[in-house]
C-alpha cells in the first residue's frame, strides 16, 4: 500500500483522493477498465525505471574520467524512444480511465433508468391497486342500498378493509341494523294495536 500510494503522489494525485483511489481499485480491478489501466500504470512503471537506469548511466558516463562524448551520445539517443513509448503509454492511461468513466456513466444512468421504471410501475400497480379496492367496496355499499330500497333489510355490505370505506360500510351497516330493529319494532306494535282494535 505504500508503494500504490508513493506512486499515486508521484502520479501527481491529490493526497486526499489517493486511498478512494486505491481502494477503487482494489474493489473494481476485475472490470475490464481499470484492469487494463492497472496494465498500462505497471508498464510506465518499468518504463520510469528504465529512464532512472539511463540516468544512472549517463551520469556515470558524464563523471567517468575518461568520458567519451560519442558514449554519451549513444546513452542520450535511448531517451527520446523511450519518452514516445512513455507518452504513448500515458495517453492509453489517460483514454482507457476516460473509457471507464464513460462507461461508468452509462450504467449508472441505466441503473437510474431501471429505479425510475421499477418505481414507477410499482407506484402505478399500486394506485390500480387501491382504486380497485376503493371501487369495489363503494360498489357493495350502492349495491346493498339499492336492496334496501327495494325493501330487502336483511343485506349488509361486505367490509373489505380498514380505511375509510371499510369504516363507511360499518357505518352504513350499523345503520341497516338500526333500520331493521326499527321496522320490526314498527310492524309489532302495528300488529299489537291491531289485535286491540
Not at 482494489?26 to 510506465?44: D, E, L, P
Amino acid at each position: 500500500m505504500d508503494v500504490a500510494r508513493q506512486g499515486f503522489l508521484e502520479g501527481r494525485f491529490h493526497p486526499d483522493d489517493i486511498d478512494g483511489a486505491i481502494s477503487l481499485f482494489r474493489r473494481f480491478h476485475s472490470i475490464y477498465y481499470i484492469n487494463k489501466a492497472i496494465h498500462v500504470w505497471t508498464t510506465g512503471d518499468s518504463l520510469i525505471a528504465e529512464f532512472k537506469s539511463i540516468g544512472d548511466e549517463l551520469h556515470k558516463e558524464i563523471t567517468a574520467p575518461a568520458s567519451s562524448p560519442e558514449r554519451t551520445a549513444l546513452i542520450l539517443d535511448k531517451i527520446d524512444p523511450l519518452n514516445e513509448t512513455l507518452t504513448h503509454v500515458e495517453d492509453e492511461f489517460s483514454y482507457t480511465l476516460g473509457e471507464g468513466s464513460r462507461w461508468l456513466d452509462h450504467l449508472i444512468l441505466r441503473l437510474l433508468f431501471g429505479l425510475v421504471l421499477t418505481v414507477e410501475v410499482f407506484g402505478l400497480t399500486l394506485t390500480i391497486l387501491v382504486s380497485r379496492g376503493i371501487s369495489r367496496g363503494l360498489n357493495d355499499i350502492i349495491d346493498s342500498a339499492e336492496k334496501i330500497a327495494d325493501g330487502d333489510l336483511k343485506v349488509r355490505a361486505k367490509v373489505y378493509s380498514r380505511d375509510e370505506i371499510g369504516i363507511l360500510a360499518n357505518a352504513f351497516n350499523e345503520m341497516t341494523s338500526r333500520l331493521e330493529e326499527n321496522f320490526i319494532a314498527l310492524k309489532n306494535q302495528r300488529k299489537i294495536s291491531e289485535l286491540q282494535g
